[in-house]
Structure formats: structure tokens, C-alpha cells
């Protein structure tokens, strides 16, 4: 577990993030020869996807040898679930919403609209890193269609004519 | 304030007297009153926090600190009252005067005007928009004038993160009278008798989902809450949770109680944060009160509950795949039988109830299973809670006894078309659900009518359309949806929705041929048939139906390359009408492909090769003079 975690750390991940997920993972009482350990897998990927804000391969190596299973397992299900990324997100990261009501209200045409001005599609993250654009499903403000987030910033009823005057608000 | 634990159902029951007072002012009832004048309700659900509820709440303290009414007037932030469209709303109790779209700046008018002045400030009630009349109750407003509340029935009331006004609302009584008073037995029957259904799709009987659970060899056995709410614009369970979180607590722990589980596990979707958080808190209190854990009032019944995230995965609202989620594994479905109520959680049995269902079993108990089955229609019992939303004026959260039409949930609840539009449709169950048209808004809502039509109760989404949805394109979308979302498992899904979906491009982009319908017709139902799960079984059903009610728009599309709507881009070309365009430039100049040319003061040209059908030029123009052809 020690040289896992010396050979993270040479490839960027901070030891005190390492020192946090291990806090945490302590914290849930995880056990790992408890045959139901796996139980523990998805909350412990939430709890490191936000100190590290992404899940590289070598933090999911990190994780399965610390649970005591497969690296292939813990791929497995960073693969199958939406949520979790292995690529980092831009320093603001645009989170359309495409759910029904947000559809129906003309929020393609936002998200096109995100897409033609950042140059890059749902899912990148701009070469500066500065802005990355994800394309969720509900966020559960249907009233405010179309909705979307820049980081924790809420943005509703927005039309496609808006997205410049949003973006220059993160000029910086 | 460090809470008592309670230790008998006498005590439960005493402590509900005791703290009834708290909901005295909200409720009207004389000789329960607090300390308080009045109470300032501010909606706390996601939807109103994205609209600044909290500062409101903030600026109404500051504001009644500064006129020193803190010690009278209490503010406090409740669950969704549903009026998401008008929100952010606040509720002025005892007068039960009702604001809408209350800006942070409007709270020193509430205090002077209203607190002090006591005259309601007119410009934030209710404006009827036929009548153009303000109205000041809500009981008086359309909106909710045909609704019943029971699921709902705390939103909006109690302040969700306090179990003491959950218990002021008679909450955890259920638990504490099925405890004393009933046998396990007794409750699979009351739970028949009521005739409720799950509302979390398929319409099962939860009575008898109870009776097999309980009828289970096991020694351990676990309750799941299914409140993964996958249904993209559709938030009925998360209101719940948001708004009564400790309702499914009580639920849950009732379940456990009749099937013999002492463990129980909420799924919740990861994107609802702060419905997690009002549970983890509703748990924490709880706890503390001893209404979870060990010998729960004195009962010798043990039964606790822990959060479970889920990681954006439509198919883990699919309850095989959400139990192998909660085992940390792929979220792919497995083949039933064997059903979880035989072989669920880590192989035990295990009852899987939606948030919703789970919401409708206090009542029940505490009101009985025949004031339940009194409700809704022969085979459809109790109200179904919608999420309203898509072109329609009121979009929020309704609850109406099974058998209301649709046309009164759309118009006289919705209040109709957005914009004056035409109705075109309305689309309820989802990606796996199907459409209704004009011609099925007079049917009663129930679960057998819906399916007859070729739609589902589904969960609760209610999307409405108007005569600029193209019917094509979302039956596309939905496709897409449910293509993304594909576990991949089974090959009928994963490869034969790939093909649908490919068949409806050719369509939207006018290069279909001329057998695509009755191909789509073919491929839709073999997917339906051979499909392992229920995503995969219903996948096609956008597509069914609306090709069964629209059959004329898709044929526009393949035969006269024309999107009726003027939706779909390939088929669209914005064009400069010539006696209307006076050569202003503007378009020109806010082209984002510089495909439009002409001279200041002549008529413009648009080059549809170039042209990427943005429709910048459209909204640029001042003098109508660009047209979609
Ligand atoms: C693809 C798919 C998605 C589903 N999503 C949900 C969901 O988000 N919430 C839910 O409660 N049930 C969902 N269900 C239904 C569940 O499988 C299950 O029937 C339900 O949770 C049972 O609870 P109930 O009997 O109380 O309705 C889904 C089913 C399928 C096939
Ligand atoms: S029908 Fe689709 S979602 Fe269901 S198991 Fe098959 S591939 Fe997976
Ligand atoms: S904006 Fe309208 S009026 Fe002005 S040049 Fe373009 S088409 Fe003509
Ligand atoms: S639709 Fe867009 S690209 Fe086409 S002419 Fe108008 S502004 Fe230019
Ligand atoms: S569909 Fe976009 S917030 Fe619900």
C-alpha cells in the first residue's frame, strides 16, 4: 500500500488527498476481509473522485489494493457509471442539463451553442484546462428549464443567446 | 436542542401532543398556539434554493431583527409546494397568505408591509392569468384547487430538517401503532386491503411484494428504497425526500417490521444533494429519539437505515441492478425469478419500495385501508403525484386522486399551453413510456388506461408538448437516452436500439427510405420481446407510439423531406423574405458562418451551403424578415 502510494505521488496526486481517502475509508469501518467488502467500492469512488476531482489509474490502483480486490473490478465500475470521470474537469466546469423538460425547452441549442464557442464537445475540457462541458441528466430544477450549472452556480431558463454573457463571467 | 429519546408508543403519543403546537399557527388550530405570532414558510427545494430561497430567508430575519420581531415571528424553510413556476414562493401563516417569485429584495416590503402594515403586498400574490385577478390563498388558486395531498402531504408544511415537527405532523405514530398493535400479518393485510400500488412503474401490488418478503426463509432480510429517479425531468421522489424525509424513514421501518428486516438502505441518485442531506440528518435525529435502532419504542424491533449513492446510472433504477450496485458492482440487470423479495441484497430477501410508495403508508395506517381504497378509481386506489413540466404554464409538482383526466391535470392544474401554444401531446413514463394525444385528454388516469393507450404510469413524469415539438425528433431523443444508458448486457438492447436509432437519423436528416416506418415497427418489437430487462422491454415504446399517433409526421419526413415543427436542422433552411428585409445588416453582421451577404439598405442573401442552421440570424433580425422554409 506504501509504494502504491509513493508511486502516486510521483505522478502528481498529493499525499495529503491519499491521507484523506484513507481517513475516510477508516471512518465507513471498511473491512477488508469481510466478503461483502465491495459494498463499500461506489461510496469510497465517490469520496475520491471529490478530493481528486477525477479517478486516474493509478488512484483506482491505488483503491483496489487498499480493498483488497481486483484493479479490474474497480475499473469495471468506474466505466459503468456516468458519474465517475478519469479525466479532470476544467476549473469551471459548464454542466448542461438534457433531461426532458430542459430538452423540450431548447437546451441542445444551448449546449450546441456551449460547444461552438469553447470549441470543444460534452465530455472535453479546453487545452488551458480553464473550462470543461458535461452534459447531465436532471438536476432536478425542471422548473427553471433549461438549466445549467457552472460549477456550483445554478443558471436557469437560459436561452442559447445567453451563453457569451455567461462565459464572460468567468473570464478571469 | 438535544432531543429525549422516546421509549413507549404512550410516550410517542404524549410527545406528539406536546409538540403540537409548533404546526398550530400553519394549521389553524386554536389552543395549540406557540410563542410565535406568525410563521414565515420560504420553499427550500432545490428548485426555489437555485432561485435565491435562502437569501430570502436570510433578508426576512434581517429584516424582522431590524423592526425587533425576532422573538414573534419565526422564518423557516419547508419542502416543495409543488409551484415550481412561480417560485421562489413564501407562505405567511396563520393567514395562509400565499407570495410568488419572491426576489431577495422583496423581504423588507413582506416585514413592513405585510408583518407590520398588515396588508399583504399585493404585486407578489398570484396573478390569475385569465381573470388577471391576484389571488392571496393558495386554496383558492387553480393550480391547487383539484389536488389532494398524501404523499405530499408534509411538503410544504414542516420544516424538513426538524423530527419534531415530522412529529407534531403525527409522525412516527404508524410505526408506533404497528408496533403495539398489529401483528405482521395484519399489515400485509391492511397493505391488501388499501389496494396501493407501487409507484415506481410497474404498478405492483405492495401488499402482496410484503407478504412474499415476509413469507421468506431468512434471518436476515433487507428493505431498499428505491429513490434512484431516473426518469429525466421527473422529481416527485426527490421533493419527498427533500420535503418529508423522515415519512420514508417511518415507511421503511414499517416494512421492516412486516417483513422481518432489520436493515434497511436508501438508494438516492448522487446528483441530489440536498435530499441526501435532509436524510442524513432526518436519520441522525432519529437515532437519536430511538425511532431507528435498537428496541424502537420498546418493542424489541431493531431496525436502522443507511444512504446508499448511486453513480448516474438510469438502468440501477431497474431493481436487480440497483441491488447489485448497493454490492459495489456493475449496475447490470440479473433475469427474475428469482425475485429480490426471494433472493435480493447480498442473496437475502429484500423489499424493494419506491420513495412514493413508501410516502403513502403512514396514512394508511393511521387513517385505514378503507378511507385509502375510498380514493382513485376500482383498480387504481389513492393519488399519483406528478412532475409537470415541457411547454406548460404551471410546471411543479401535483398530486391528484387516480381517475382525474389528463385534461384537467394539463389545463385546469397546468393552466395549459406556455405561450398561448397549441397542445400537440404529452408523454408520461419516460424513456420507457409512451405519448397521449388530444383525443385521450378526457381519459381518467390509471394504470390500466395508460398502458392501454400505449404509454405507462411510469414513475410520475409528465412531459407536455406543443405544436413546435417535432415528434420525431423526441422520440429520437429518448432513444438516445435509453441508448446511453443500455447496460450493454443483452444484445437485443444493445445492438437493436443502436439500429433504431440509426433508422431515425436517416429520418430527421431526410435521407430515410420509404419501408423506415414499418422497419422500426418490426425492430421495436422484437427489442420489447427478447429484451432481459425492463429497460430494454419498453425502449421502443417512445418511438411505438409516437409513430402510432404521428404516423403522418414521420411520413412528412421521409416523403416530403419536411420537419412539420421545424425542428429537425437537415431539413430546415432559414431564407431572407425580400419584401420584408429593409437591409439593416444586422443578421450579417451576428452570422456566426459570415454565410449571409448583401449591402446596407439592400436585400439580404443567405448561402444554404454554408449556413449551419443556428438561427442567430432569426432572432437578429428585428423585422421578421427571416423565415424557416
Ligand atoms: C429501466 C428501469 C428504470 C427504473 N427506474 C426506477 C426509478 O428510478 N425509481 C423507482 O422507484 N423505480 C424504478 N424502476 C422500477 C423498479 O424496478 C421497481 O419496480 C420499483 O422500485 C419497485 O417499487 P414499487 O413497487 O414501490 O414501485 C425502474 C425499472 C426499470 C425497468
Ligand atoms: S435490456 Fe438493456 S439494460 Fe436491460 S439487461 Fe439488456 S442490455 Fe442491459
Ligand atoms: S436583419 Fe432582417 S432586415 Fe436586416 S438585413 Fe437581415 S434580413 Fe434584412
Ligand atoms: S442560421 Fe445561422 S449560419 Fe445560417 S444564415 Fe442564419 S445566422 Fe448564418
Ligand atoms: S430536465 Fe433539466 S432540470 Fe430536470
Known sequence: ????????CQNGLAKEMFEQ??????SVNFDPCSPRRKGDLISILHKAQHIFGYLPKELQIWIAKRLNIQHSEVSGVVSFYNYFTTTPKGKYNVAVCL????FVQGADKV?????RQLGIKGGEVTEDMKFSIDVVRCIGACGLAPVLTVNEKVYGKVAHTDVAKILEEYKD | MKMERINTFAELQERHQALRHLLGLRLNEAGHKAGFERDILVCGGTGCIASASNDIVANLNAALAANGLAKKVQVLKTGCFGFCEKGPIVLVQPEHVFYTQVKPEDAKAIVEEHIIGGRPVERLLYLEPITQKRIPKSGEMPFYKKQMRIALRNCGLINPERVAEYIAAEGWLALGKVLT?????????LMLKSGLRGRGGAGFPTGLKWQAAMKAEGAEKYIVCNADEGDPGAFMDRSIMEGDPCSVLEAMAVAGYCVGAEQGVIYIRAEYPL???RLEKAIAQSRELGLLGKNILGSGFNFDVRLQLGAGAFVCGEETALLRSIEGKRGEPTTKPPFPAEKGLWEVPTCVNNVETLANIPPIILKGADWFSSIGTEKSKGTKVFALAGKINNVGLVEVPMGTTLREVIFDIGGGIRGGGEFKAVQTGGPSGGCMTKEHLDTPITYENLQAIGSMMGSGGMIVMDENTCMVDIAKFYLEFTLEESCGKCTPCRIGNKRLHELLCTITEGKAENDAIEKLEVLGEVIKKTSLCGLGQTSPNPVLSTIKFFRDEYEAHIKDHKCPAGVCKNLKQ???VEDKCIGCTACARNCPAVCISGKVKEIHFIDQSKCIKCGVCMTKCKFGAIEIR
Not at chain 1, 500500500?1 to 502516486?8: F, I, L, R, V
Not at chain 1, 449546449?111 to 460547444?115: D, G, M, Q
Not at chain 2, 398493535?181 to 393485510?189: A, C, F, P
Open chain 2, 275 to 277: 435530499a441526501i442531506q
Open chain 2, 574 to 576: 432559414y431564407w431572407v
Open chain 1, 1 to 8: 500500500m506504501e509504494a502504491a502510494k509513493e508511486t502516486c
Open chain 1, 111 to 115: 449546449l450546441a451553442e456551449f460547444e
Open chain 2, 181 to 189: 398493535e398489529y401483528s405482521r400479518e395484519q399489515v400485509v393485510d
Open chain 1, 21 to 26: 481517502l484513507e481517513h475516510f475509508i477508516v
Open chain 1, 99 to 102: 433531461g426532458t423538460a430542459c
